[in-house]
């Protein structure tokens, strides 16, 4: 069956629905909210993305216009523990993915895939400042984690699929300050945190996004970050400046926070052009903070 793909002509409002998987996740409990803000008719897949009938199952049952997944293992605390459950997460993010990638493919519809950008690290030719950041068609070069290398092997084999909008979010921050998942949350409650300029995703502001380009029936991998990098420190000044004025933090190197986890992590800025173009209306990442993140969630008078 053909896919309408890459800006064809969407449909009405009305006439959509999206069957998303990842229900209790993170990204996919937000993403079920917009849609209900938005009164796009919605429903969680029942079906696990390794199991083919079921997910079969769920698109005779739910008839989708569009499918969304945002489920897939990341780890509990973090992603360390992918490096001692290693089939475990072969079969959700390799296996899973691409099993859910076919069926829809074989019906028609357009994948939403939230993915990661966690699979590129600075680099000769990407340097750290230099504000030369990695674009779509770049080949991953982070092979530190065993999650990273999951995620890095399925991109590639979902290239192969011309139904699927593959999205890679970075360091998912919300307004939300009390998700333990929240990138701010995290470095918040650290002991001691590094200082790295990185690439990141305000989710409050690309969720919606995302939508959108589901409606535009948009495929292709995407760098899905705000344009621009933020430091770890900077982000632990404006939430000293706007929430706790109290608040400080300790600093350590990356060869001290080596010893402290299992496997390294990445680091990295990823170009956002071909995404900024699409949608000029995108805020820098530092705008996008203070907007979404800070500015609603103030506490200080100083700021």
């Known amino acids: 069956m053909g896919v309408a793909t890459n800006g064809s002509s969407a449909e009405p409002a009305t006439a959509l629905k999206f069957l998303i998987y990842g229900r209790t996740g993170w990204i996919g409990g937000l993403l079920g909210k917009l849609c209900a803000e ?39 605390p973090n992603v360390d523990w992918c490096e001692t459950h290693r089939v475990e997460t072969i079969r959700a ?4 993915t ?7 493919r074989g019906r028609g519809l357009v994948l939403i895939n939230y993915a990661t950008g966690c699979i590129f690290e600075y680099d000769a030719g990407h340097q750290l400042g230099s504000g030369v950041g990695f674009k779509e068609e770049d080949t991953p070069n982070f092979v530190g984690s065993f999650y990273s290398k999951t995620k890095a092997m399925v991109e590639e084999l979902l290239k192969n699929y011309d139904n699927v909008c593959t999205l890679r979010v970075r360091m998912p921050i919300s307004s939300d300050l009390s998700n333990p998942r929240n990138f701010i949350t995290k470095i918040t409650r650290y002991d001691r945190v590094v200082d790295i300029p990185n690439s990141m995703t305000i989710l409050d502001e ?8 589901a409606k535009r029936n948009l495929t292709g991998i995407w760098n899905f970050t705000n344009p621009g990098v933020v430091s770890h420190n900077e982000i632990l000044e404006m939430y000293r400046d706007y929430i706790d004025p109290n608040f400080s933090w300790k600093n350590f190197t990356l060869e001290e926070q080596c010893k402290v986890i299992v496997a390294p992590r990445s680091n990295n800025e990823l170009d956002c052009n071909k995404l900024k173009t699409e949608f000029p209306e995108l805020l820098s990442i530092k705008e996008s903070l203070i907007k979404y993140v800070f500015k609603p969630n103030q506490k200080t008078s100083s700021a």
Do not use: K, W
Not at 39 to 57: D, H, K, S, T
Not at 93 to 96: A, F, Q, R, T
Not at 98 to 104: H, I, P, S, W
């Open 98 to 104: 691409l099993t859910l990638a076919d069926v829809c």
């Open 206 to 213: 690309l969720l919606p996004i995302s939508i959108e380009m």
């Open 93 to 96: 993010n390799v296996c899973g």
């Open 38 to 76: 938005r009164g796009i008719p919605f429903v969680y897949g029942a079906g696990r993305l390794e199991n083919r009938a079921q997910l079969e199952a769920d698109i005779v049952e739910v008839a989708p216009t569009h499918v969304f997944n945002a489920a897939g293992v990341t780890g509990r």
